[in-house]
């Protein structure tokens, strides 16, 4: 079975900038071999985490909802790609309550000292990250970043690799740089090929 990959939208629009960025980091982790799955976030349904702690004692939440499918998803992923703008500094909410629902993992590896995701691949998981800020400004990414961080501790998928582009608001569209585009490429394809590689 070829090495999969779970690659998520955090933005709102199908076929904006972020969005065309994961598309080409998607089509070179598929060219190096890797199987990826996309999951379009904002298109979910699913409630924000209630801090019920059923997850305390469950490998579960006790909220059915899409978000429930998706648990065997990143236990079973070989590496993530994370693609999202910054919205007022930070995760876009969507994205991050989708984040937050993934309690189940942090009380599985930090309360229960059984973590849900096997030794194996604890040691091979890799993240990608994909984000575009409209402004211009040096901390763009600091949100984005303490939150992608905290989110790829739980899951055991170490964040290897990113790309972060600024000032977007200026440059509209990134069909205008297809340099940035094939940058996007190029990672997800060392992404992909680091699994295949190996395998």
Known sequence: MKP?????????????NTAKLLKQ???GAEKAGCE??????????FSSCREMYYCKEQSSC?????MIPIYSFLKNMDSLIIATPVMTMGVPGHLKSFMDRCQVFYCAKY???????????????????????????PNNFDGIKISTLAFCDILDCRLADELLIKDMDNK?????????????YDKGFALG???????
């Open 172 to 184: 509209v569209d990134l069909d205008r740089f297809p340099d940035l585009l094939k940058e996007a």
């Open 36 to 45: 990826v799955t996309l999951i379009d976030v904002p298109s979910l349904e």
């Open 111 to 137: 309360e229960r000292k059984a973590p849900l995701i096997p030794a194996e691949k604890r040691k091979t998981r890799k993240t990608l990250l994909l984000s575009i800020s409209g402004m211009n400004l």
């Open 4 to 16: 999969q990959i779970l690659a998520l939208l955090g933005s709102p629009l199908p076929e904006g």
């Open 25 to 27: 980091a998607i089509a």
């Open 193 to 199: 090929s680091a699994l295949t590689t190996r395998s």
């Open 62 to 66: 006790i909220m059915e909802d899409d």
